[in-house]
């Protein structure tokens, strides 16, 4: 390994690897001197458009390669934990797309690897390192939406359907991310209830409910077999409103609109009710510079190795989410009944 510099190698190439190889092969003190895919037609891909960086079927070479300090996991979810495992043993560090595990288990012995290892661990919840998710979050947190009532998120689309996991597993992980990271805050227990149109067993569209702190409250709906590509999520204040649809060209709208309560004057010393009145004023749509998000995770996880810095994404916070997850598994099995998150 040269001084100052991560050298990676990339295990899977297929619907988002791509995404991750492009933007890491861009990151200044970075290479990726390998991409480990089992598929021909993947590797042919990697060799043409990358010349600098070698296509192999065999995760054993890149595992053993005592240059190789970090692995960059782009695989079905059921496999990320043995092959992350794998390489915290071998002594690499681990950027593992999400989720980071399929249990709290299994995400507790990764844990406890890289700490023994000193090594970082990140999951690849991309919109943690979106600049309108972090202005929403900025946004909560100054207190101009007013007290939090509800939280609302939809992610959906006629999309590709996967057959090792459900809709849930599969984009819920976002949703759940930005929830957390908007409201500081984890959720205490979810409920979820779904449908397998598609497979059997296999839910194409779920709904969450979450329960946070503070009597917030928070809904997702998930679906890969929906007429419209939504991605959005709606904060309600007592104050005012907004709105962050990744998909509109203004990222962030925040809605001056809300209920008032008024007490109507009156000439007697006597209480009187109070009237519930409708507000409604500008809308604001702030300028928000938006770089791609991809590039910020690549070039976050390079420092955080390089500096030692823990990760925004670190094991932690994909511990919470795999925590909430697995409780709406449990839920999503056993007809939508609470289950509380651990």
Sequence with gaps: MKSGTVVA????????????????????NCRVKYVV?????RRKFVDSSYPKTRAIEELKLAM???????????????????????????GKHIFVEKPLAMSVVEVDALISLAEKRELTVMAGHTFLYNAAVDYLRKLVASGELGKIYYLYAQRLNLGVIRSDVNAMWNLAPHDISILMHVLGKKPLAVCATGTDCIQSGIEDVVFLNLQFPDRVQASIHVSWLDPNKVRKTTVVGSKKMAVYDDVADDKIAIYNKGIDRLTPEMPFDEVTPQRLVHRAGDILLPRIEIEEPVKVEA??????????????????NARAVVAVLEAAHRSLKNRGCVVEVL
């Design 9 to 28: 190698a990339q295990v899977g190439c297929g619907y988002w690897g791509p995404n991750l190889l492009r933007n890491f092969s861009a990151v200044r």
């Design 64 to 90: 053993k390669d005592p240059e190789v300090n970090a692995l960059i996991i782009a695989t079905p979810a059921t496999s990320h934990f043995a092959i992350a495992k794998q390489a915290l043993e071998c």
């Design 299 to 316: 070039a976050h996880f390079v420092d955080c190795i390089l500096n030692r810095r823990p990760p925004v994404s670190g094991p932690q």
């Design 37 to 41: 895919e089992v598929s021909e037609d």
